[in-house]
Every structure is written in C-alpha cells, then in structure tokens.
C-alpha cells in the first residue's frame, strides 16, 4: 500500500519524561539536528525558534500553528511545513491529551549545506524551465507530503534514531542532499498544480500539463508531449523529472488515477465506466495501479463513501 504518512518514531517512556509540552528528544547529525516533539497536554501559544531553516512533519494528533504573524493553520498527519531561520513558530494543541498526545518531527538544516547542494544543481542541472535556480521557495511552505517526500523522511529518521554505523554522518549528509531536491519538487509540482493555467502561454512545461488534463482520455506518448514542449524525447523526459520528481508518465498516471477517485467519489458509476472516463484502457490494469496509489480497490473505495 502507498501512503504518504511518516512511520512512528519511538515514543519516550512516562518516566522519561521532562515535560508533557513539547518534551524534545534531539539526534545531533553533520550539517542538521533532528528533533522529535511530543506534547501531552492541551497548551495554547507555545513559542519555538530555531537558528537554521527547519523542515517540521507531524506524525501524530493535530497542531494549530501560527507564522509569519498570519492567521493560524491546522497542521495535521502527512504534512510538512518549511520555516526560515530565526522564525517565531506559535502553536496551539488543541486536542493533545495523556492518552491521545501530538507527535512530530523538526528537522533543522545547516545553512553551508543548504546552499552546497544548490550550488551543485545550478551547476550540474542549469537549465531549468520552471524557475531561473534551484532552490527552496518559502513562500510556499506548508505542503503535503508526497510518496517520495515522506520515505525519504522516513529513511531520514531511521538514520538519525537508529543507525549505529560510523559512517552514520556520511549516510545523513547523503540522506539530506536528497531531502532537499525532495522538498524543491514537491514544491514545484504544487505550484505548477496551482499556476499551470495562466503560465501554459509562456512555460513549456506548464503548457505540456495543460495538454495533459485537457487531453487526459486520449493516447499520450512521450513523442506527443516532447514535441508539444518543443524539446528532444530525451530533454524533455529528463527535465520533467528533474523539476518534477517523477517521469511524465508516472505524472499522467498520477492525474488519472486521481481523477478516477473524483470520479467515484461524484457519482455510482460502474467501476470499467470510471477506468475509461479517467483515460484507462485496460479494467484489470486500472484496478492494480489503483490499489498500489491508494490501497484499496475502487469498488471498495466506492462502497466506503
């Protein structure tokens, strides 16, 4: 089953305890500090700073929180939040109980390492078509967690909790890199999701997803989309995935399958009507790759709406 859920970190025994805010267990790494937070207790206006940028995951239970001096936010399970250096982080815990506590994870990233692996994609990768440079864009900071965002989180906790080697730092410092392209794609596919309309008249890659959710029913090939973006099969396939995090066709069928999960959601269609108004040609097919992306068949899906 694919989830974009965080897998649990251990919890602190009761007597561990120092307190039931905020209680704070710290793993120091080369280049980054993980933090795993638990609250067990309502509590309202709860201050945290940290001096480098911070990627925060909520595991467990819900936060309100408050930056930039704007309006709160519900911070649930499966969403990440990005927060700059030296940043008042105002939270509220709602519903935070002895038996029912918050968890979550606070990942603060050294700056040299940030702007190394950067500097090395500018590098290597510079002709980007979504945005000039490579990077974390901050003004879009609360996402929600992709497949490939969360295991990478996850592999990123099992180093820091877990691992025992003294190459343990190497492991991070690798575990990290990939982390950050992580977070810039998520964050280019959410903007590209919100902007591809009005941006399909002047970026090739936007026109190309403009292309695909108007024409999602029919035959799309890589030899179709490369010539609508106006690039080499091989270009355009390695600069979707580069900014976008998946291959063209892995995003097609992302777009299908969420489409046929609209479409059971709307209506009692018959489930080969959905696989073919979602743009499937293969009913058994449809079912398996609906399964993988969401763990249960449609027609059990359908029953539980």
């Not at 700059?84 to 994870?105: G, H, R, S, V, Y």
């Not at 965002?149 to 690798?174: C, H, Y």
Request: glycine content about 4%; some cysteine; aromatic content about 10%.
């Amino acid at each position: 089953m694919s989830s974009n859920f965080i897998a649990g970190v251990p919890w602190r025994s009761d007597r561990d305890l120092k307190t039931l805010v905020e209680n704070r267990t710290t793993y120091t790494l080369n280049n980054c500090e993980l933090n795993i937070f638990e609250t067990h207790q309502e509590a309202k206006d709860v201050n945290l700073v940290f001096g480098d940028l911070v990627l925060t995951t909520m595991l467990k239970g819900k936060k309100v929180m408050h930056l930039f001096d704007k309006a709160g936010f519900d911070y649930l399970p499966g969403e990440s939040v990005i927060v700059p250096p030296n940043e008042l982080m105002k939270i509220d815990f709602p519903e935070a109980k002895f038996d029912n506590p918050t968890q979550c994870i606070a990942l603060s990233i050294s700056q040299e390492m940030i702007e190394n692996t950067f500097n090395l994609l500018n590098e290597r990768f510079p002709d980007k078509i979504l945005s000039e440079d490579w990077g974390l864009d901050l003004s879009n900071f609360h996402m929600i967690n992709t497949q490939d965002l969360s295991e990478i989180i996850n592999r990123f906790i099992r180093i820091g909790v877990k691992e025992r080697s003294k190459e343990k730092d190497v492991i991070a410092t690798l575990a990290l890199k990939e982390l950050l392209i992580r977070l810039t794609q998520t964050q280019a596919r959410e903007m590209l999701e919100k902007t591809y309309k009005q941006l399909a008249s002047s970026n090739r890659l936007a026109h190309v997803v403009d292309y695909i959710k108007k024409n999602i029913r029919e035959n799309l090939t890589l030899e179709v989309l490369s010539a609508k973006a106006c690039m080499s099969k091989a270009h355009f396939s390695r600069s979707f995935k580069n900014e976008l995090g998946m291959s063209p066709m892995e995003y097609i069928l992302k777009q299908r399958l969420n489409l046929a999960k609209n479409y059971l959601r709307m209506a009692n269609y018959q489930i080969q009507e959905v696989c073919f108004m979602a743009g499937f040609n293969n009913i058994t097919y449809f079912i398996r790759a609906f399964k993988s992306e969401f763990g249960t068949t449609p027609k059990v899906f359908q029953n539980s709406i």
